[in-house]
């Protein structure tokens, strides 16, 4: 299994190609379901996620195929994929399959919407909280879908004639439900409202894309999403949008280092308040012709408190991140998770390098330490493991982080990014 050494120490120089955002082309590979024509997009990220969602959308039926000639974009690969599901072949998603991903279960909302049945295992995905299905199972109920659990499975049927519009408001925001339930009622007979909807970027970039494909959705981006039904969509040609994530984690790391870094191909305005934290911990942040310009230079790390909330607030996919970064801060910090129950799990791997936290409920103390020393550690979840990346980096020694499957579930080729910046990253194969 692979592992990453890193060796700590180097500032960060140079330019971070951003890849395109894995919570975006989720979704949209998914959409692809709910046509028989061709769905093309391009800025596609290699990663397992990816590839683990090629084999689901196979088992449906999807004829996919991936340009053979990658487009070069800056430094980075940003793959196109044609998506062409002529017909279902099958409505069941297997628990083989679901279980190694959450987004998997997504695939309910199309197949529901276009064949009338679904039925798909309940889902896996990272050790992050229990991450329960009851708001997809109350959404689609009120598109007036039958639904029963049975055996690890949802079976879900649309009556007779199909999917009818609804009035339907979370009581908790999901952006997996706000997906599923705006995939289902592009199909349904009249018009849906989607109230207390998530509003990441991820959901209007899906939604971008599904009124290219005819759909009629007005709000996505808002807490309330309007869907008028329409009888079929087509295909479309769509480019997945920046992963924000994966800019605010260089971003991080920079700040970590110290530095001077050009994040191309990405945007501000997707994750604001987590520039704004970076930016109070001592580090310069510009937005640049092509992104994002990060410079840390001389300066400690300034010890800042964030509370984890659902777009536009701190996104939990930082958090991990953010305390790595807090790690070595010059005073007293604290984190507070509100999205997910158990996603604290790089706290003991953070200890391993030297780190001060306590853990108070849903809330982390960090107390910042002049030096980290490195030491082996092991990734538990995607975001988890690259905020030991970014511990590693402004440790003394050597890191060697194990389980780097994690890894490349969410970080397009990290170990050459980082090396590029000057960073000493390795992958190293036993
Ligand atoms: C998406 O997961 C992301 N995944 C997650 O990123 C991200 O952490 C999360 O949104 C929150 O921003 C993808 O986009 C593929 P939710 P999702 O439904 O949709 C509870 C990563 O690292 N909930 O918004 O699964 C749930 O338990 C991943 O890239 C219910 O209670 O998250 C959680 O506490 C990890 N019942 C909260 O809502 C439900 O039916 C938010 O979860 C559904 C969710």
Not at 144 to 155: F, L, Q
Not at 157 to 163: H, K, Q, S
Not at 233 to 252: C, F
Not at 405 to 420: A, M, S, V, W
Request: net charge neutral; with cysteine; charged share 20%.
């Amino acid at each position: 299994m692979d592992r990453i050494r890193i060796v700590g120490g180097n500032q960060l120089q140079g330019v971070i190609p951003i890849s395109g955002a894995k919570n975006a082309a989720l979704p949209l590979m998914i959409a692809s379901l709910l046509t028989d024509d061709t769905l093309t997009l391009e800025n596609v990220p290699h990663l397992a996620d990816v590839e683990q969602l090629i084999r689901i959308l196979g088992n449906h039926g999807a004829d996919i195929s991936v340009n053979g000639r990658r487009e070069r974009q800056g430094e980075s690969y940003a793959r196109t994929i044609h998506f062409t599901s002529r017909n279902i072949v099958s409505t069941t998603a297997p628990y083989e399959l679901v279980s190694k991903m959450r987004a998997s279960f997504w695939v309910i909302g199309p197949l529901l919407a276009r064949e009338g049945k679904a039925r798909v295992s309940l889902p896996g995905g990272c050790a992050i909280g229990t991450r329960p299905v009851d708001l997809f199972i109350e959404g689609l109920a009120a598109l007036g879908a039958n639904i029963e659990i049975d055996g690890g499975y949802v079976n879900a049927t649309a009556p007779e004639g199909g999917l009818t519009g609804g009035r339907y408001v979370f009581p908790k925001v999901s952006v997996g439900a706000t997906h599923v339930l705006m995939m289902a009622a592009t199909l349904a007979n009249g018009t849906t409202v989607i109230g207390n909807a998530a509003r990441e970027p991820e959901v209007a970039d899906l939604a971008k894309c599904l009124n290219a494909m005819g759909a009629k959705i007005d709000g996505a981006g808002t807490g309330t999403i309007t869907i008028e039904g329409v009888r079929s969509l087509s295909g479309a040609r769509h480019r997945v949008l920046p992963d924000r994530i994966e800019t605010g984690t260089y971003a991080m790391a920079v700040a970590m280092t110290g530095g001077d870094v050009i994040l191309e191909d990405t945007e501000a305005s997707l994750l604001d308040t987590a520039l704004e934290a970076i930016r109070r911990t001592g580090a310069e942040i510009s937005e640049t012709n092509s992104g994002i310009r990060v410079v840390r230079n001389g300066a400690g790390i300034r010890p800042v408190d964030i509370v984890t909330d659902p777009f536009p607030g701190f996104p939990t996919d930082l958090q991990a991140q953010f305390m790595g970064l807090m790690t070595r801060s010059s005073g007293v910090s604290h984190i507070t998770e509100t999205i997910f129950e158990n996603r604290f799990m790089h706290v003991q791997e953070l200890a391993r390098l030297g780190a001060k936290i306590s853990l108070s409920g849903q809330t982390a103390k960090i107390e910042g330490v002049s030096r980290l020393k490195g030491a082996p550690v092991m990734a538990t979840d995607l975001r988890a493991s690259v905020s030991l990346v970014i511990a590693a980096l402004a440790a003394e020694g050597e890191t060697m982080v194990s389980r780097v499957y994690h890894l490349d579930r969410g970080f397009e080729r990290l170990e050459e990014k980082l090396t590029r910046c000057g960073a000493h990253v390795e992958r190293v194969s036993d």
